[in-house]
């Protein structure tokens, strides 16, 4: 995780503009609409600056629906925790 954060930082520090894998917030990429998702993206100076959209075949398409499904449940019970402790 450290080599990830520190590859990231550097990408937008000095304006690489490389491709990195990162939690990125879907607005409709992927058929995602308003959850943060690991995916291919492009980091400049401006941070995240765009989203590839990976051409997933169909048993890419159903492992990657598996997490999305993973992320929401986690959201949901995050969701609920917070309720019960305020």
């Known amino acids: 995780p450290a080599s ?5 930082a550097k990408s937008y520090i000095k304006d690489q503009r490389r491709v990195l894998p ?31 959209e990976l051409k997933l075949n169909s048993s890419e398409k159903k492992q990657f629906n598996k997490s999305i499904n993973a992320v929401k449940n986690l959201t949901k019970l ?4 917070l309720k019960k402790n305020r």
């Open 78 to 81: 995050a969701d609920k925790l």
């Open 4 to 8: 990830s954060a520190v590859a990231m």
């Open 22 to 52: 990162c939690a990125a917030y879907l607005n409709g990429e992927y058929n995602v609409k308003g959850l943060y998702v690991g995916v291919p993206v492009i980091i400049g100076n401006k941070g995240v600056e765009k989203i590839i």
